[in-house]
């Protein structure tokens, strides 16, 4: 497994205020994805003069934003496998998020802290 890239990731269920705020900070739009589960989540990724990265994600779900890391991997299903077996769990048992262009799912580390894990389908 190759990690390919690596940013923050903001899960909200307000989106477009926290868009907003990395907009004036001076972060671009980059790619807008809308058919995560069936059109009810956007993701935003974004990217500033300096070369640095967020992605900026809905849910509905949640209860309080939460900061997750959003780690791009070239195979899905091995980092997957790695990091259940270093004691993370999926939340959504065993529930990953098929896309037309990618495969992802949030994992959590017995610790607490979120790993966002996914292999872009090209």
């Given at each position: 497994m190759k990690i390919t890239g690596f940013c923050p990731?903001?899960?909200?269920?307000?989106?477009?205020?926290?868009?907003?705020?990395?907009?004036?900070?001076?972060?671009?739009?980059?790619?807008?994805?809308?058919?995560?589960?069936?059109?009810?989540?956007?993701?935003?990724?974004?990217?500033?003069?300096?070369?640095?990265?967020?992605?900026?994600?809905?849910?509905?779900?949640?209860?309080?934003?939460?900061?997750?890391?959003s780690v791009n991997v070239d195979n899905f299903q091995e980092a997957y496998d790695f990091l259940i077996s270093k004691g993370f769990v999926n939340p959504r048992g065993d529930k990953v998020t098929d896309t037309s262009s990618s495969r992802a799912t949030m994992l959590i580390a017995p610790s607490g802290f979120p790993i966002t894990i996914t292999e872009h389908i090209k």
């Open positions: 990731l903001i899960v909200t269920k307000d989106p477009d205020s926290v868009v907003a705020l990395f907009e004036a900070l001076g972060f671009e739009r980059k790619h807008t994805k809308e058919d995560i589960e069936g059109g009810a989540n956007i993701n935003y990724s974004m990217k500033d003069a300096n070369g640095n990265r967020i992605n900026i994600a809905s849910s509905q779900t949640m209860e309080r934003d939460m900061t997750s890391m």
